[in-house]
């Protein structure tokens, strides 16, 4: 049972490179996050996807696209990568429904823009 | 709308003292609470929930949570320190939908 899993684990991009984050899970979790973790700010959702087939916008999703390819696979590309968008990105699935469910973390991807 | 403080950026004790890390919330309707903490270099983990029922919750690793209606207060409390809890703890509060508010964060060092 490998969790959440997230590829890569560092990548450097030039201003204006594309590249796409890939985030899976092995939980049978309908719900899947994408946040970004910058210094003293905590976590900001970018984009969710609360089952397959939905996705909707989090706080930050200016400059980011997602596709939930399937249950188990939610995808968040930088169209047009920017300095600001240097940052620590983390993937996140929980259950729904019944009780107020907990969220798995991925290991996460330090991403630099230059 | 949600949001969830962390007053102390910084928590210093030494190891076998108790700790405490705060979190106060601000919620429309019920709050449903979460502690999580992050070691380096590492995604989060969860800690311990609060979603109705005892104020007082016990988690992972021999922590807990005290939550305070009156107050709207969420704080994560161990009775002794190891060194090993050094880490970022974060509070969150999640909302009717699937939505999380994360904290700032903590960062908690505790001292040999």
């Known amino acids: 049972n490998a969790g959440v899993t997230q590829t890569p684990k560092f990548q450097v991009l030039k201003t204006g490179q594309s590249m796409t984050l890939q985030c899976a899970q092995d939980m049978n979790h309908n719900s899947m996050y994408w946040y970004r973790q910058d210094p003293g700010m905590g976590l900001r959702l970018i984009y969710y996807?609360?089952?397959?087939?939905?996705?909707d916008k989090g706080e930050v999703p200016n400059g980011y696209n997602v596709s939930r390819l399937n249950k188990r696979e939610f995808s968040l590309r930088l169209e047009s990568a920017a300095p600001s968008q240097t940052s620590v990105y983390f993937c996140?699935?929980?259950?729904?429904?019944?009780?107020?469910?907990?969220?798995?973390f991925g290991p996460g991807t330090r991403l630099t823009v230059l | 709308a949600q949001s969830v403080a962390q007053p102390e950026d910084q928590v210093n004790v030494a190891e076998g003292n108790p700790l405490t890390v705060k979190c106060t919330y601000s919620v429309s309707g019920n709050p449903y609470l979460f502690w999580y903490v992050q070691y380096p270099n590492r995604g989060l983990q969860f800690l311990l929930k609060y979603i109705t029922g005892d104020n007082l919750v016990k988690g992972s690793y021999g922590f807990e949570a005290e939550f305070n209606k009156s107050q709207t207060s969420f704080h994560l409390k161990k009775p002794s320190a190891l060194v090993s809890d050094s880490a970022l703890y974060f509070c969150a509060v999640r909302d009717y939908g699937q939505n999380f508010v994360f904290g700032p964060g903590t960062r908690l060092s505790v001292l040999p």
């Open positions: 996807s609360a089952s397959e087939g939905t996705t």
């Open positions: 996140a699935s929980s259950e729904t429904g019944g009780d107020y469910n907990e969220q798995f």
